[in-house]
């Protein structure tokens, strides 16, 4: 039973990673970035609601997440462990995913907080941008999200290394040596 959350600015790899991860330990990857975009595509309810704020790369409000968080996190797959990408985004989401925890008798294993420097970061999500396309993966839009992210992301590293749960690696390696370092704190 393995429960993670990911940490870390836009374009760290927390997708990839997380994905790879959830695939070994055969738990559900929920990437909230995946659920509004799919939503978005879609043209549901939610995704209307939330296409101008991720095309502008400003968080969506709490009130179209914390909901879709909750039932995605009470679904029967997600009962024997879960990974969570792009979720928490600010001390609110956190303390409320605390309180969710708290009603599903859960607690999370580790905080994993994928370290990159700004620069290789805009460098790979303009990368993304040319191969799949993400409205949001302009330069523009990047360094609004960067500034978003040190903002009101950030700020859940203290908040996770108070509780001794955070644990940081550095992100600016290969892709399998990443995924090399995730599973051996995953696996310690
Ligand atoms: P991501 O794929 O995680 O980078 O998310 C893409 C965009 O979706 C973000 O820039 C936000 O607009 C929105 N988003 C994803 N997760 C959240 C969240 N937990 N809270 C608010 N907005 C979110």
């Given at each position: 039973?393995?429960?993670l ?7 760290a ?49 709490d ?45 999370s ?13 805009v460098?790979?999500m ?13 330069e ?45 704190v995953?696996?310690?």
């Amino acid at each position: 039973m393995t429960r993670l959350i990911f940490l870390g600015p836009p374009g760290a790899g927390k997708g990839t990673q997380a994905h790879i991860l959830a695939q070994e330990l055969e738990i559900p990857h929920v990437s909230t970035g995946d659920i509004l975009r799919n939503a978005k595509a879609a043209g549901t309810e939610l995704g209307l609601k939330a296409k101008s704020y991720m095309d502008r790369g400003e968080l969506v409000p709490d009130a179209l997440i914390l909901d879709l968080v909750r039932d995605r996190l009470t679904q029967t797959d997600a009962q024997s462990g879960w990974i969570l990408d792009g979720f928490p985004r600010n001390v609110s989401q956190a303390t409320f995913l605390d309180e969710l925890l708290q009603k599903l008798d859960q607690v999370s294993d580790y905080v994993l907080n994928l370290e990159v420097a700004d620069e290789v970061l805009v460098d790979r999500m303009l990368e993304r941008g040319r191969k799949q396309g993400r409205t949001d993966d302009t330069e523009e839009v990047i360094r609004h999200r960067l500034e978003v992210y040190r903002n009101q992301t950030a700020p859940l590293i203290d908040f996770y290394k108070q509780r001794q749960q955070l644990v940081s690696i550095d992100g600016d390696r290969s892709l399998e040596e990443v995924t090399s370092a995730l599973k051996q704190v995953v696996h310690s």
